[in-house]
Antibody
Framework: EVQLVESGGGLVQPGGSLKLSCAASGFTFSDSAMHWVRQASGKGLEWVGR??????????AYSASVKGRFTISRDDSKNTAYLQMNSLKTEDTAVYYCISSPEDYWGQGTLVTVSS | DIVMTQSPDSLAVSLGERATINCKSSQSVLYSSDNKNYLAWYQQKPGQTPKLLIYWASTRESGVPDRFSGSGSGTDFTLTISSLQAEDVAVYYCHQYYSIPRTFGQGTKVEIK
């Protein structure tokens, strides 16, 4: 059974940091690119960024809204992708999903709340 | 960035009737080297994770009912639900994966009339 399980969400103050994890199983994680997408409450979907696989040099890309503050990484030995979020802003409050590509498997999401 | 614009923002359709959602991209998502449109459609039911319905603009994902169909090319795309069922109440998003940053439409809410 394919699973993507996000963890690490929670409440953080503006300017703080948080690291999300996305643990994968049931498919060949190392072959996949991994994306992060977020969704603020009652709002639409926003692509955050992605990391490609080893064959593509683990290339990363980010949306303009998070570039320079967020970093995506992965550990293929642990079948896990990460989203390091620094200098968090209130507008980063959202449910964060990890997604595999090209398979398009989604995790259940983890809620990040940035508030004082 | 490629801007994806959906219309309408919401629509109410009677059970068994056709629902049509449009999506327009600010630039073409047709890749000339493989002649594929890098356009997908997602369905998000209340409280659930988005689910892939259509990719390459018109290829139905495995297990998706055949009442869902996608069409279009270049910059103009359509998702059609041929006979709306109660379980189709959801928000539908188009999504381009032609270029970075990937972008989504703002969503179209489909309800029962």
């Amino acid at each position: 059974e394919v699973q993507l399980v996000e963890s690490g969400g929670g409440l953080v103050q503006p300017g703080g940091s948080l690291k999300l994890s996305c643990a994968a199983s049931g498919f060949t994680f190392s072959d996949s690119a991994m994306h992060w997408v977020r969704q603020a409450s009652g709002k639409g979907l926003e692509w955050v960024g992605r990391i490609k696989n080893k064959a593509n040099n683990y290339a990363t890309a980010y949306s303009a809204s998070v570039k320079g503050r967020f970093t995506i990484s992965r550990d293929d030995s642990k079948n896990t992708a990460y989203l390091q979020m620094n200098s968090l802003k209130t507008e980063d409050t959202a449910v964060y999903y990890c997604i595999s590509s090209p398979e398009d498997y989604w995790g259940q999401g983890t809620l990040v709340t940035v508030s004082s | 960035d490629i801007v994806m614009t959906q219309s309408p923002d919401s629509l109410a359709v009677s059970l068994g009737e056709r629902a049509t959602i449009n999506c327009k991209s600010s630039q073409s998502v047709l890749y000339s080297s493989d002649n594929k449109n890098y356009l997908a459609w997602y369905q998000q039911k209340p409280g659930q994770t988005p689910k892939l319905l259509i990719y390459w603009a018109s290829t139905r994902e495995s297990g998706v009912p055949d009442r869902f169909s996608g069409s279009g090319s270049g910059t103009d795309f359509t998702l059609t639900i041929s006979s709306l069922q109660a379980e189709d109440v959801a928000v539908y998003y188009c999504h381009q994966y032609y270029s970075i940053p990937r972008t989504f439409g703002q969503g179209t809410k489909v309800e029962i009339k």
